[in-house]
C-alpha cells in the first residue's frame, strides 16, 4: 500500500569542509542514489530536482531545475562533474547558500500480489549549507512492515521486502560516512535503524493507521479547495447541486457535480481508499480548476466536462439520464467516502 504522506524517513548527517556546498550536497545525493541501484531501488528514477539559494537573500535562488539522471549508468566522479556543471551553467551569479537535491525513486518489491514494480518506493534527499550536508530517505510504502497499513499479516512481503531495506540503510550509513538516525514516529509507523515497526493497538492488535490518517487525508482534497478555499470553485455547498455519475472499465468512480447558485463544483469519489478512484478523482479536480481558470460557470464547467473521453482511467461522464439535483450532503453520505 502507498501512502501519500511518508511513512518512514531516515537521515544521515555530518560537518564536512570538503568543496563548497553544491558539490559536497550533489556528490552525497548521488553515491546514496547509487547504493539505491545496487539494491534495484532505484530501477526507476526521475529526474534529480535541485535549488541552490543565494545567500543572505530571502526566498531567491540562484538555479532551480530538473536534471535528468541514471542511476548506475556510470561513475560517480563522471555524474557528479556532469551534474555540477549543467547547474554552474545555469546558476545566476551570486554567493551560494543552501542547496538542496531530492529525486523519486522505484523498483521491484514483494507485495501480495507478487513481485511489482513500484514508482514511488523512496524520496532520496540531500542537503548541505555552513559546511554540514545531510541525507534523508523516505519511503511511501508498507512493504517493510510486518502488518500493511490496515493493520492485515503479511509475513510473506516482510520476510522478502525487510531485508533488502536494512541492508540498503546499512549501506547508505557506511557510503555516507554517518550513523543512520531514525525520524520520529510518522502517522503510520515507527522507523528504527534497520526498517520500520507497526503501531499497535492496547489490545495488542495491530492499527488500522490507513483507515485513521491516509482515508482522511486523501479525502480532505475533495472537501477544500485549495488556498483555503479561496482558489477555484468552492467544494462546499449547502443546498441541491447537479450531478452526473464518472465510470470506467474499473466501474462507478464518483460523480462530478456542480451549483452556479453557490459557484460551487467539484468530484466525489466512490472509494478514496482505491488508488484507481483517488487518482481519477484527481483529474476531474484538475479539470474544473482549468475550467474555473477560463471562466466557465460551475454548471457550464459540468457541461463541458461531460463531453471529454476516458482518458488512462479517469473515467467518462455518463450523460444518457441527464444531470439529478441532489444535496451535496447526500451524495457524499451516498457514496461512503468518508
Partial sequence: MIATTPVARWAWGRDDDTGDDLTRCLRDALAALAVLARHQFAS?????????KEAGVANTYLFRGDIPVRAGGSSLREDLDRVADQVRGAMSSGEIGAVDVSVT??????????????????????????????VDLLTYTDAWLPYDLKGRPQPEVHLANAPRLAAVLHDLAETLGSETEPDDPT????????????FFTAEGKASDVWRSFEIPRRY???????????????RKAKGEVKCLPVESAHGLLGYVWASDGENAAGFEPTDVGDDLVYRAGLVWLE??????????????????????????????????EGPRSVSLDALRESTNSD
Fill in 44 to 52: 526507476q528514477v526521475g529526474e534529480l530536482r535541485v535549488s541552490v
Fill in 105 to 134: 525513486c522505484g523498483g521491484p518489491v514483494a507485495t501480495a500480489h507478487g513481485q511489482e514494480l513500484v514508482e514511488r518506493l523512496f524520496l532520496l534527499g540531500a542537503s548541505a549549507f555552513a559546511e554540514f550536508v545531510t
Fill in 187 to 198: 502517522y503510520f509507523a515507527k522507523p528504527s535503524e534497520t526498517g520500520a515497526e507497526n
Fill in 287 to 320: 479539470r474544473l480548476q482549468r475550467a474555473h481558470g477560463r471562466g466557465l460557470t460551475p454548471e457550464a464547467a459540468l457541461e463541458e466536462l461531460s463531453g471529454l473521453l476516458d482518458e488512462d482511467g479517469a473515467g467518462y461522464v455518463v450523460t444518457s
Fill in 220 to 234: 480532505d482534497v475533495f472537501l477544500h479547495a485549495p488556498g483555503f478555499g479561496r482558489i477555484g470553485y468552492s
